[in-house]
């Protein structure tokens, strides 16, 4: 290709970039050439009505796909062709070349540059996932030969799906990863299919498993449900709701407060800062007939009553469940960005393994004496030795064999601001509770919000003192970062902990000061507080904020994770992961 050739595709890409974002902001789709929709949103294909795709205005991508919190993060690309198979990897090789190829264009020194051109080039290779009915991964781990099964609806695709997070500057990559997908599926001997027409619609409650909606247990098809299924259903809508709603007081005193007596309602800015989208959250509901609207906004429904008493007579059993879930380990994150490493060190304590037993000649260290496996070893020494009365010799002594464990007691730092409200804020909760009920370590939580910030869990093994301090986070106001960092280094000190481990949650800037008329650089003050102490340090924040919360993260000699969206999956993988590192460098 031409250099002027090359020019104006560079411009022609850049040109739609800026049409999409516009498009976009209005919650449209697009039809890119023929055979490509790209959007914000979830699309489908309406059935029986072939090249007519459905976007879903209600159906956020990144919300419906990836489990993220915010909206507007993930571009969801669907390119159609015929009937066939199409290897993903094959589509990665020319998403990756169309990359490289852009970038170039974008700033020509990269040519000379091989280092910083593929750096750059990572970084989106990184967050753009491709999917065919072949396999799936992002389009790195595809270029690298790696590739993932595909389940479910995934496995009947007659598109390739993409998703791709990224920011409006740089929806200028998103024609030449289209033009990309079209040449390998034209490689691949397949054509292109043709996409006659586009609806943008709203998805309704139809029982699809697109949004995570369940089964109504008061809904009969072809006759009455059984007393033990009515009971399972409604176990499980429990658990999904409780789940949104980060636990079940929330969720009782949420809908609760949606009865006949308006008056007794609490304010939807009182609402708004615990749940956040409270307009999503009550359209939810009705769809799932738990409210309905009347003259005086949402009210309970009959169901929605009954809902409220089972879950009041059931509490406890649906509390074990929602422990239970919790417990599980969520599937690993791949949508972030480590920088730094925290070189702290960690100390280890021992304690009595009482299922493994050693020779006391052959151990290099003293312990407990296992009696009970030291007669046995006695009674077959003496048979051994053609002894005719019991002795105990030396080599017959047997002791319980002495291991060691790394504690590491966790202290949440948590932005509580007014834009952590809902899913962040109930990603954070979800956190504390999983470390606490997997772990055998103490977990902390300290929220800054307002002026200030303040212990809402001091160190604890506790779950309930735990949930009612989780309960009384209202994210409002401004970012005191500087504060909270000073007030988490005060409660660490004052605890008996081992090997603590502080970790900042943010998805904002410091904009209110500690101790001078400068916020940010209070904030760093405070961090430099860190590098002299044995704590070690982790901060977990977003892209935009990425310059300033380097500077943070280097100046407590710690480590920076780079995220799209603070969902529950990702904050679980990095803490669990730092974890695992901090042990395994004692271990080394």
């Given at each position: 290709?031409?250099?002027?050739?090359?020019?104006?595709?560079?411009?022609?890409?850049?040109?739609?970039?800026?049409?999409?974002?516009?498009?976009?902001?209005?919650?449209?789709?697009?039809?890119?050439?023929?055979?490509?929709?790209?959007?914000?949103?979830?699309?489908?294909?309406?059935?029986?009505?072939?090249?007519?795709?459905?976007?879903?205005?209600?159906?956020?991508?990144?919300?419906?796909?990836?489990?993220?919190?915010?909206?507007?993060?993930?571009?969801?690309?669907?390119?159609?062709?015929?009937?066939?198979?199409?290897?993903?990897?094959?589509?990665?090789?020319?998403?990756?070349?169309?990359?490289?190829?852009?970038?170039?264009?974008?700033?020509?020194s990269l040519q000379f540059n091989e280092e910083?051109?593929?750096?750059?080039?990572?970084?989106?290779?990184?967050?753009?996932?491709?999917?065919?009915?072949?396999?799936?991964?992002?389009?790195?781990?595809?270029?690298?030969?790696?590739?993932?099964?595909?389940?479910?609806?995934?496995?009947?695709?007659?598109?390739?799906?993409?998703?791709?997070?990224?920011?409006?500057?740089?929806?200028?990559?998103?024609?030449?990863?289209?033009?990309?997908?079209?040449?390998?599926?034209?490689?691949?001997?397949?054509?292109?299919?043709?996409?006659?027409?586009?609806?943008?619609?709203?998805?309704?409650?139809?029982q699809e498993n697109l949004a995570g909606y369940?089964?109504?247990?008061?809904?009969?098809?072809?006759?009455?449900?059984?007393?033990?299924?009515?009971?399972?259903?409604?176990?499980?809508?429990?658990?999904?709701?409780?789940?949104?709603?980060?636990?079940?007081?929330?969720?009782?005193?949420?809908?609760?407060?949606?009865?006949?007596?308006?008056?007794?309602?609490?304010?939807?800015?009182?609402?708004?800062?615990?749940?956040?989208?409270?307009?999503?959250?009550?359209?939810?509901?009705?769809d799932l007939e738990i409210l309905k609207k009347?003259?005086?906004?949402?009210?309970?429904?009959?169901?929605?009553?009954?809902?409220?008493?089972?879950?009041?007579?059931?509490?406890?059993?649906?509390?074990?469940?929602?422990?239970?879930?919790?417990?599980?380990?969520?599937?690993?994150?791949?949508?972030?960005?480590?920088?730094?490493?925290?070189?702290?060190?960690?100390?280890?304590?021992?304690?009595?393994?009482?299922?493994?037993?050693?020779?006391?000649?052959?151990?290099?260290?003293?312990?407990?004496?296992?009696?009970?496996?030291?007669?046995?070893?006695?009674?077959?020494?003496?048979?051994?030795?053609?002894?005719?009365?019991?002795?105990?010799?030396?080599?017959?002594?047997?002791?319980?064999?002495?291991?060691?464990?790394?504690?590491?007691?966790?202290?949440?730092?948590?932005?509580?601001?007014?834009?952590?409200?809902?899913?962040?804020?109930?990603?954070?909760?979800?956190?504390?509770?999983?470390?606490?009920?997997?772990?055998?370590?103490?977990?902390?939580?300290?929220?800054?919000?307002?002026?200030?910030?303040?212990?809402?869990?001091?160190?604890?093994?506790?779950?309930?003192?735990?949930?009612?301090?989780?309960?009384?986070?209202?994210?409002?106001?401004?970012?005191?970062?500087?504060?909270?960092?000073?007030?988490?280094?005060?409660?660490?000190?004052?605890?008996?902990?081992?090997?603590?481990?502080?970790?900042?949650?943010?998805?904002?800037?410091?904009?209110?000061?500690?101790?001078?008329?400068?916020?940010?650089?209070?904030?760093?003050?405070?961090?430099?507080?860190?590098?002299?102490?044995?704590?070690?340090?982790?901060?977990?924040?977003?892209?935009?904020?990425?310059?300033?919360?380097?500077?943070?993260?280097?100046?407590?000699?710690?480590?920076?994770?780079?995220?799209?969206?603070?969902?529950?999956?990702?904050?679980?993988?990095?803490?669990?992961?730092?974890?695992?590192?901090?042990?395994?460098?004692?271990?080394?």
């Amino acid at each position: 290709m031409r250099m002027e050739e090359k020019n104006e595709a560079f411009d022609t890409a850049s040109l739609v970039g800026n049409y999409l974002g516009m498009y976009f902001e209005k919650e449209q789709g697009v039809r890119l050439g023929e055979s490509a929709v790209v959007s914000l949103k979830a699309h489908t294909q309406v059935p029986g009505r072939r090249g007519h795709v459905r976007i879903l205005l209600n159906r956020d991508a990144g919300k419906t796909y990836r489990g993220f919190v915010d909206t507007g993060q993930v571009v969801h690309i669907d390119v159609y062709h015929s009937p066939g198979t199409l290897d993903p990897r094959q589509v990665s090789r020319h998403v990756f070349r169309a990359i490289e190829t852009h970038l170039t264009n974008l700033d020509p020194s990269l040519q000379f540059n091989e280092e910083e051109k593929m750096k750059n080039v990572l970084e989106y290779a990184l967050k753009i996932e491709v999917v065919t009915k072949s396999g799936r991964g992002l389009v790195y781990q595809l270029s690298q030969g790696e590739l993932q099964p595909v389940t479910g609806a995934e496995a009947k695709l007659n598109h390739v799906h993409i998703l791709a997070s990224l920011t409006r500057e740089k929806y200028g990559i998103i024609l030449p990863i289209v033009q990309a997908v079209e040449e390998a599926v034209e490689e691949a001997g397949l054509q292109l299919g043709k996409v006659k027409r586009i609806v943008h619609t709203r998805e309704k409650n139809k029982q699809e498993n697109l949004a995570g909606y369940l089964i109504l247990p008061w809904k009969k098809k072809g006759g009455e449900y059984s007393p033990l299924l009515l009971r399972e259903n409604q176990n499980q809508l429990l658990l999904k709701l409780v789940e949104k709603f980060a636990s079940a007081e929330e969720l009782q005193e949420f809908l609760e407060s949606y009865g006949s007596n308006i008056f007794k309602r609490k304010s939807r800015e009182e609402q708004k800062r615990k749940v956040g989208d409270l307009d999503e959250y009550l359209e939810q509901l009705e769809d799932l007939e738990i409210l309905k609207k009347s003259l005086f906004g949402p009210v309970l429904t009959k169901e929605g009553k009954e809902l409220i008493q089972y879950l009041s007579q059931h509490k406890c059993d649906i509390e074990a469940e929602i422990r239970r879930s919790i417990r599980k380990s969520p599937g690993r994150s791949r949508y972030y960005h480590r920088i730094g490493k925290g070189e702290k060190t960690a100390s280890a304590v021992q304690f009595t393994n009482r299922n493994k037993t050693v020779p006391l000649a052959q151990s290099p260290q003293t312990g407990d004496l296992a009696v009970p496996e030291t007669i046995i070893q006695a009674k077959k020494g003496c048979f051994l030795r053609g002894e005719k009365h019991f002795t105990i010799r030396k080599e017959d002594m047997r002791i319980y064999d002495r291991r060691a464990y790394v504690p590491i007691d966790v202290c949440l730092l948590i932005d509580a601001s007014a834009s952590m409200a809902g899913d962040k804020r109930q990603a954070a909760c979800y956190l504390a509770e999983h470390l606490l009920l997997t772990g055998r370590e103490k977990v902390a939580v300290v929220i800054f919000q307002q002026t200030k910030a303040k212990v809402v869990v001091p160190f604890t093994r506790n779950h309930k003192l735990l949930t009612k301090g989780l309960a009384s986070i209202r994210p409002e106001g401004l970012t005191p970062l500087a504060d909270g960092i000073a007030t988490s280094l005060k409660l660490i000190k004052s605890s008996r902990v081992s090997n603590p481990l502080l970790v900042l949650i943010t998805d904002g800037m410091p904009n209110f000061p500690l101790w001078t008329v400068d916020a940010r650089e209070d904030a760093l003050t405070a961090a430099k507080k860190i590098a002299n102490t044995k704590i070690k340090f982790v901060c977990i924040g977003l892209e935009s904020n990425k310059v300033f919360l380097n500077e943070l993260a280097a100046r407590a000699h710690g480590t920076l994770y780079v995220v799209d969206d603070l969902n529950r999956n990702t904050l679980i993988d990095i803490v669990r992961y730092e974890k695992r590192v901090t042990a395994q460098a004692y271990k080394e």
